[in-house]
């Protein structure tokens, strides 16, 4: 039962750890439950190839990036106002 606290404090220390992305790398930054599947696709059997399991992230990152630029695109084209709160993960 302790491994459980322990594993979650060492996946938030991981995400608090990570540097700040650049903006024109086009992907948001990992989040503890990214790290989470990335370790588990490491140590775990899976039937997906290894190239996959290495391109997957990079692909959902990317996807999560654009999909909230076209949502700040469709707000401002609908007439919103734009404010300073921003999604962040």
Same mark, same amino acid.
């Given at each position: @039962? =302790?491994? +459980?606290?322990? &594993?979650?404090?060492?996946? $938030?220390?991981?995400? *608090?750890?990570?540097? #700040? @992305?650049?903006? +024109?790398?086009? @992907?948001?930054? =990992? $989040? %503890?439950? /990214?790290? $989470?599947? =990335?370790? *588990? &696709?490491? $140590?775990?059997?899976?039937?997906?190839?290894? /190239?996959? %399991?290495?391109?997957?992230?990079?692909? %959902?990152?990317?996807?999560?990036?654009?999909?909230?630029? #076209?949502?700040?695109?469709?707000?401002?084209?609908? #007439?919103? /106002?734009?404010? +300073?709160?921003? =999604? /962040?993960?």
């Amino acid at each position: @039962m =302790l491994a +459980d606290p322990l &594993a979650h404090a060492f996946l $938030t220390a991981t995400v *608090a750890d990570q540097p #700040g @992305m650049p903006a +024109d790398t086009g @992907m948001v930054p =990992l $989040t %503890r439950n /990214e790290i $989470t599947h =990335l370790l *588990a &696709a490491l $140590t775990l059997s899976s039937p997906h190839p290894p /190239e996959h %399991r290495r391109a997957w992230p990079t692909w %959902r990152r990317r996807h999560q990036f654009r999909a909230k630029q #076209g949502h700040y695109r469709r707000r401002e084209a609908a #007439g919103h /106002e734009r404010h +300073d709160l921003r =999604l /962040e993960y």
